[in-house]
């Protein structure tokens, strides 16, 4: 594309009255030429003496384009509170003597250009002074079918210039009063942003100017001055401003974001029970199997944890009234957390009000920013919510792969650090290389910790979970879990040496903050946790539920295994992941498809959890279901 740079200037009585820039395309040239030629000889200043307008062709590679800088607006009533704000813009800049820079600026009245201000020592560095440094050569990128030459808009010439200013080698700020005696609006910009300070001067007063603010070696003023006025610069996304404009619609953002997500396949809804959560629930009328539950071991439903809940609250009530640290310490939280530390053989537990808390609570007052943390790829969503909530340096290693963790521990120095994964993946259902990661972990003197959410109740021969399932061969420092999965109920926990749950019990915030959970919620969790222990036959018949769904899978040519309760069915497209549950749905199968950000793009699955209490009757159906659909779909 053939463009030009255009630049306009009149004065009068050898004084100047007024000047433009823009960069148009060759077609429009001949239009703009004429614009810029009518708006420099009729200045309301009067008539003008002398008028040029500069045409130089650019090439298209010498054009930088520059995102324009976020715009917001300081109310000021008065040129005072206008330069109060003109002062803290200074102050933040790191200026020593504000009052000195803004009689600087009051000073540069009557300048064609800007004042080039060293920041720190107040020099001048502009060699001509009457001319000033002049920012030209620039323009913003316009609509296609948008006229180029409008009559002035000060706003939208002010933050092309200011954008293109702020991105000028060495310079740190700029500050600028118009000297047009109506326009009492200013602005202070850096890269930060552009203020506009809605009164920077009275009404009535042609005193205006501009400061450039330097900083650094005076050797590198040519570099500064060379790019403000030679370097072609098209700023993107300047909208014109108008007053008279409804405000912007605040909720326009949140729609446009879900129809994205909708025309992506990614926009959730929900779906309601009408029943218990077991192997069977009633939904949209009709019974179906469930086969997306995380209630492995289906205690939700059993009349015994039920009861357990009940007594709980007609004993305790429904609430607990304030955070463990004041008055929500009951005695079932005290019991739930001793029961839960035998079950893990662990010193200590705390608990939280869901598993998202135990991990987010736990990562962010272990970790801070003078840490590393190490981060299997596929850890769930609260552990990387921790992570990033500690501030904490974060290293993503492949998942599951001992050797690229080794890999990034040896590259990666650290004073203090993290190593934490899932013991059983949420959405793969593969389980965590235990022994060799507290083997590295140890290795480099980091913390280790482990999430049990799915292992719990599910691996290890009794369901203790993944230091069983290793024969108790290692141990991580840190054990995570949940009550919500194989326990039936909702909250999380922490297992780890009294250290450990001391320091938590002072520093998680999640904890202090939060009422803690309702009896209810202890006792059944502590009722589920007895009845695992003294039924363990309820572990032993999950996993050869799971080993029956899958050979009839495979059997029905979608070749799967898995440890754990959970079987995930790779789809791909998230699209077609939402038509086959849906199709699932019709036939009577409850079973979630898992899409993006939940996992990768592309990587949509069917995940199906099973549940010690399906049938084999169930189970079948379900896995021939499952891959008839597959084949129509
Ligand atoms: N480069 C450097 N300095 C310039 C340039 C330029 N291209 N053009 C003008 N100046 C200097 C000159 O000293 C002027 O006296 C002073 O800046 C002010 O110029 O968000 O209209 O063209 O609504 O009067 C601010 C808009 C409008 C605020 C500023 O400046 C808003 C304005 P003016
Ligand atoms: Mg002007």
């Not at 769930?380 to 963790?405: F, P, Q, T, W």
Request: charged content about 25%; aromatic content about 6%.
């Amino acid at each position: 594309m053939i463009r030009y740079s255009l630049k306009m200037r009149s004065s009068a009585a050898s004084k100047h009255v007024s000047g433009s820039e823009k960069i148009v395309e060759a077609s429009d040239a001949p239009r703009s030429i004429a614009d810029l030629a009518e708006r420099g000889m009729t200045h309301p200043r009067g008539p003008v003496d002398f008028l040029s307008i500069k045409v130089e062709r650019l090439q298209d590679e010498e054009i930088r384009y520059l995102d324009a800088l976020p715009v917001s607006t300081i109310q000021t009533k008065t040129s005072r509170e206008g330069r109060d704000a003109m002062r803290t813009f200074l102050r933040n800049l790191g200026i020593a003597s504000p009052d000195k820079v803004l009689r600087e600026l009051d000073a540069a009245s009557g300048m064609r250009g800007a004042v080039l201000l060293d920041a720190d020592t107040l020099e001048h560095l502009e060699p001509d002074h009457a001319r000033g440094v002049r920012a030209t050569c620039m323009d913003r990128e316009r609509e296609c079918d948008e006229p180029p030459c409008k009559s002035k808009n000060h706003f939208v010439e002010a933050l092309v210039l200011a954008t293109k200013v702020a991105h000028a080698p060495h310079i740190i700020g700029e500050l600028c009063i118009s000297d047009d005696p109506d326009y009492v609006t200013g602005y202070a910009a850096s890269t930060a942003g552009y203020q506009r300070i809605t009164c920077v001067k009275e009404k009535g007063s042609e005193n205006g100017g501009r400061i450039f603010l330097y900083r650094g070696d005076h050797e590198g003023v040519p570099e500064t001055i060379d790019y403000l006025e030679r370097q072609a610069v098209i700023v993107r996304g300047v909208t014109p401003l108008n007053a008279d404009a409804p405000l912007p619609d605040k909720w326009k953002y949140l729609r446009e974001t879900l129809d994205a997500m909708r025309s992506q396949g990614l926009y959730r809804t929900l779906r309601r029970m009408d029943s218990a959560q077991s192997s069977e629930v009633l939904c949209d009328g009709r019974k179906r199997i469930m086969l997306a539950s995380n209630h492995y071991l289906d205690f939700s439903s059993d009349e015994r944890v039920r009861r357990a809940a009940v007594q709980a609250t007609e004993t305790f009530g429904t609430g607990s009234g304030g955070s463990r640290l004041t008055t929500g310490n009951g005695v079932w939280h005290e019991r739930l957390e001793k029961a839960l530390a035998d079950f893990k053989a662990s010193e200590s537990t705390l608990l939280f009000n869901t598993g998202y808390e135990a991990n987010l609570g736990a990562i962010s007052a272990l970790m801070d920013r003078s840490c590393v943390i190490f981060s299997d790829a596929l850890n769930h969503a609260s552990i990387i919510d921790g992570c990033r909530l500690s501030g904490a340096r974060i290293v993503v290693y492949r998942h599951n792969d001992m050797e690229d963790l080794a890999h990034a521990l040896r590259r990666t120095p650290f004073k203090r650090g993290l190593l934490v994964s899932d013991a059983v993946f949420s959405m793969d259902g593969d389980i965590l290389d235990l022994p060799s990661f507290v083997r590295l972990a140890e290795k480099y003197g980091l913390l280790s910790m482990v999430d049990e959410a799915h292992s719990t109740g599910v691996i290890g021969k009794h369901g203790h979970g993944i230091v069983e399932h290793f024969n108790g061969q290692a141990r991580p420092d840190i054990l995570m879990g949940t009550l919500s999965k194989s326990l039936g109920a909702e909250g999380g926990f922490i297992c780890g040496r009294e250290l450990l749950i001391n320091y938590l019990r002072n520093k998680s915030r999640p904890f202090i903050f939060s009422t803690s959970m309702p009896p209810a919620t202890a006792a059944s969790s502590l009722k589920a946790l007895e009845l695992l222990q003294t039924e363990p036959e309820r572990v032993r018949t999950l996993r050869d539920n799971v080993r029956f769904f899958c050979e009839r899978l495979t059997d029905a040519g979608l070749p799967t295994h898995s440890e754990t309760a959970i079987v995930p069915i790779a789809v791909g497209d998230e699209k077609r992941s939402l038509r086959v549950a849906d199709e699932l749905w019709r036939r009577g199968i409850v079973l979630s498809a898992i899409r993006y950000p939940t996992v990768r793009r592309g990587e949509a699955r069917l995940r199906a959890a099973l549940m010690s209490s399906h049938t084999k009757a169930q189970l079948a159906f379900a896995a021939k279901t499952i891959a008839d659909v597959l084949k129509e779909f």
